[in-house]
């Protein structure tokens, strides 16, 4: 079974970048489209964007200028950067899965909270 | 606001059936896409309750189902129980964002 497991500073400053990285363990980096997903504190869920393990990604259009993400297939781990911060990106933020083929996400990691504060 | 929309808030008694609405457009779930529920407990992931409309995952027990029309999908949680006190939040694609899409979160409350 699949468990993913977020990883990365809770505090960022503003204007700066927000580096997060989820491992993926009981499986392979290549089995998913692998996702992050942030949710403000009291707040809805927002789709960030997916990376495949070939590299291929698909970004949320109002983050797509400030997102970078990348993968480690050695490492069985990918990552999230996000540039430009600012309080607006305080989230809790999740690392899922999305099997090819399939538009929902299973599994999901148990989510990191990121503070922007100076 | 989320492209999606849910009633902040539904509530029932032990034992009773609920219904959660999510409202959508043609350019989502009037375009054919999939709907996916999840729910989240408190301070904890969301986890996949229902996909592909009408779909139950392994483990998920079968007091909850789902139902997609038009431009609309529902959640129905019959037999409530106190465990159910969770946010649920319904999924898509949306073409006119070319992206992934959540509702606005429902919460369920059980009196």
């Known amino acids: 079974q699949v468990q993913l497991q977020e990883s990365g500073p809770g505090l960022v400053k503003p204007s700066e970048t927000l580096s997060l990285t989820c491992s993926v363990s009981g499986g392979s980096i290549s089995s998913y489209y692998w996702t992050w997903i942030r949710q403000p504190p009291g707040k809805g869920l927002e789709w960030i964007g997916y990376i495949y393990y070939t590299g291929s990604t698909n970004y949320n259009p109002s983050l797509k200028s400030r997102l970078t993400m990348s993968v480690d297939t050695s490492k069985n781990q990918f990552s999230l950067n996000l540039n430009t911060v600012t309080a607006a990106d305080r989230a809790v933020y999740y690392c899922?899965?999305?099997?090819?083929?399939?538009?929902?996400?299973?599994?999901w990691g148990q989510g990191t909270l990121v503070t922007v504060s100076s | 606001q989320s492209v999606l929309t849910q009633p902040p808030s539904v509530s029932g008694a032990p034992g009773q059936r609920v219904t959660i609405s999510c409202t959508g457009s043609s350019s989502n779930i009037g375009a054919g896409y999939d709907v996916h529920w999840y729910r989240q407990l408190p301070g904890t992931a969301p986890k996949l309750l229902i996909y592909h409309d009408t779909n139950r995952p392994s483990g998920v027990p079968d007091r909850f189902s789902g139902s997609k029309s038009g431009t609309s999908a529902s959640l129905a949680i019959t037999g409530l129980q106190a465990e159910d006190e969770a946010d649920y939040y319904c999924?898509?694609?949306?073409?006119?964002?070319?992206?992934?899409?959540f509702g606005s979160g429902t919460k369920v409350t059980v009196l």
């Open positions: 999924q898509s694609f949306d073409s006119s964002l070319t992206g992934y899409v």
């Open positions: 899922a899965g999305q099997a090819p083929n399939s538009n929902w996400f299973d599994p």
